[in-house]
């Protein structure tokens, strides 16, 4: 079946710009994380969803930092006021949400901000 | 808190030798799983095995082995007859267990095989 598609698959913005990204799970996944991974380092946890509520976005680096799952499906990162320090990859990774399965990863979006 | 280690950032070998990732986990949690993804050039994170703090005994899936240590904390990752399409960033991650809870990822060792 289909696995975790993210988009744009690249994003290259401005300084203060307001950018979103898209994040679709595995159908029937009701868990969906975001993770953010910056050059030479593993992916560092931002949210984390069940269903369509944030269960934990103690990850999220600052208040420009928002994530959205209103249908309990795709879910949106959005960052306000982008800053040269978000450029990284973003993850998206969804689970069966049953607290005994494996994260699934998409193949990420990678932000530029100039 | 929970923390990973992957004291090796870059290791390079020639092709069918075997090569051993180090991992060292520290958690205050009793429960625990333990993970290996693997990230080749393309960038997609790919799981190779999860491993639950119960059980102990060391894992073989063709030429990729693992050895769970809870005594030293360690859970290391082998790979034999190593091959070029093995070249890749290799990660070792740890959540908690019995609820969607994020992973904590190591920093990755990167992996060259020489042809």
């Known amino acids: 079946g289909a696995g975790v598609s993210q988009t744009p698959s690249n994003k290259v913005t401005e300084k203060g710009k307001y950018v979103e990204l898209r994040c679709d799970p595995i159908?029937?996944?009701?868990?969906l994380y975001w993770y953010r991974q910056s050059l030479g380092q593993g992916p560092e946890f931002l949210i984390y969803f069940q269903g369509t509520g944030a269960a934990d976005d103690s990850g999220l680096p600052n208040d420009r930092f928002f994530a959205v799952r209103p249908e309990g499906s795709v879910s949106t990162l959005k960052i306000q006021r982008t800053e040269r320090g978000d450029s990284a990859v973003y993850l998206c990774?969804?689970?069966?949400?049953?607290?005994?399965?494996?994260?699934?990863f998409g193949p990420g979006t990678r932000l530029t901000v100039l | 808190a929970q923390k990973v280690t992957q004291a090796q950032t870059e290791i390079s070998v020639v092709e069918k030798e075997d090569v051993t990732l180090d991992c060292v986990y520290e958690?205050?949690?009793?429960?625990?799983?333990l993970f290996w993804y693997k990230q080749p050039p393309s960038g997609e994170l790919v799981f190779l095995i999860r491993r639950n703090s119960f059980d102990e005994q060391n894992e073989i899936s063709g030429r990729y082995s693992w050895n769970f240590q809870k005594s030293t904390s360690s859970f290391n990752f082998t790979i034999t007859a190593s091959q070029v399409v093995d070249s890749a960033v290799y990660f070792c991650?740890?959540?908690?267990?019995?609820?969607?809870?994020?992973?904590?990822f190591g920093k990755g060792t990167r992996l060259h095989i020489l042809p």
């Open positions: 991650a740890l959540s908690r267990m019995n609820r969607d809870d994020k992973i904590i």
């Open positions: 159908s029937g996944h009701t868990a």
């Open positions: 990774a969804s689970s069966l949400g049953q607290g005994l399965d494996t994260q699934y």
């Open positions: 958690t205050r949690d009793t429960t625990y799983y």
